[in-house]
Nanobody, 124 residues
Framework: QVQLVESGGGLVQAGGSLRLSCAAS????????MGWFRQAPGKEREFVAS????????KNADSVKGRFTISRDNAKNTVYLQMNSLKPEDTAVYHC?????????????????WGRGTQVTVSS
């Protein structure tokens, strides 16, 4: 059974940084695009960033451009989300997801597998 397990969330002050990790198992990781989504209480799930199979193509939501960076290490079956200059509005549960599409999809319905998420809370 495919597993995606996120880690690295926590409580941080505005302006701080966090690095999220998502470890994948039971899938051929290098054959999946990976994405990060987030969901705040009472809000829809929101695309954050995505990366292609080989990591040569990425996409970012406008709300995180210049602050968040997605990367992957196919040898470690892990995708990362480096989050800098965090804002209170970044507070949410962050989920990673795996997609069989080669490029970096932005739609949630393009993804086949999802992790349970890790909480990120940014205090003002």
């Amino acid at each position: 059974q495919v597993q995606l397990v996120e880690s690295g969330g926590g409580l941080v002050q505005a302006g701080g940084s966090l690095r999220l990790s998502c470890a994948a198992s039971k899938l051929t990781f290098s054959n999946y695009a990976m994405g990060w989504f987030r969901q705040a209480p009472g809000k829809e799930r929101e695309f954050v960033a995505s990366i292609s199979w080989r990591g040569d193509y990425t996409k970012n939501a406008d709300s995180v451009k210049g602050r968040f960076t997605i990367s992957r290490d196919n040898a470690k079956n892990t995708v990362y989300l480096q989050m800098n200059s965090l804002k209170p509005e970044d507070t949410a549960v962050y989920h990673c997801a795996a997609s069989r599409f080669y490029d970096a999809p932005v739609r949630p319905d393009s993804y086949d597998y999802w992790g349970r998420g890790t909480q990120v809370t940014v205090s003002s």
